[in-house]
């Protein structure tokens, strides 16, 4: 994979990533990745934090399915990790997954694995 973005992988067809912009999202699908998924609450970083509406919009220009879970970064419910898990059940692979740090989109993944 060569790109700039900070991506890691965490299966065959999984990577996880910092904040992303919109920017990063025609990278992406250059990549060959068919989906995104944030997990990250708008302005959680401040103001300056791109909105989950406009990086939306930047993933379905560039062909791009996008899903939109915010969640906390130090508390999944379990209702939370169930819709993670549907949502990993439906989305086209490969798939890349971003928070603030990846972190957490790795801990919902992990604990999608054991649903």
């Keep these: 994979m060569n790109t700039t973005l900070p991506l890691r992988p ?11 912009d919109s920017a990063a999202m025609a990278e992406l699908a250059r990549l060959g990745f068919r989906s ?5 609450p708008d302005f959680e970083g401040g103001p300056d934090q791109p909105t989950s509406a406009a990086v ?11 899903r ?8 999944q ?9 549907r949502l990993m059940a439906e989305l086209p692979r490969p798939v890349l ?8 989109s790795t801990k919902l993944y992990q604990a999608a694995l054991s649903t």
């Design 36 to 40: 995104v998924v944030n997990n990250r």
């Design 56 to 66: 939306e919009a930047a993933a379905r220009a560039a062909g791009l399915e996008y």
């Design 10 to 20: 965490i299966a065959d067809d999984v990577c996880v990533a910092p904040q992303l």
């Design 97 to 104: 997954l971003y928070c603030r740090s990846g972190a957490r």
């Design 77 to 85: 419910s379990p209702e939370e990790i169930a819709a993670f898990a």
């Design 68 to 75: 939109f879970l915010p969640v906390q970064g130090g508390y």
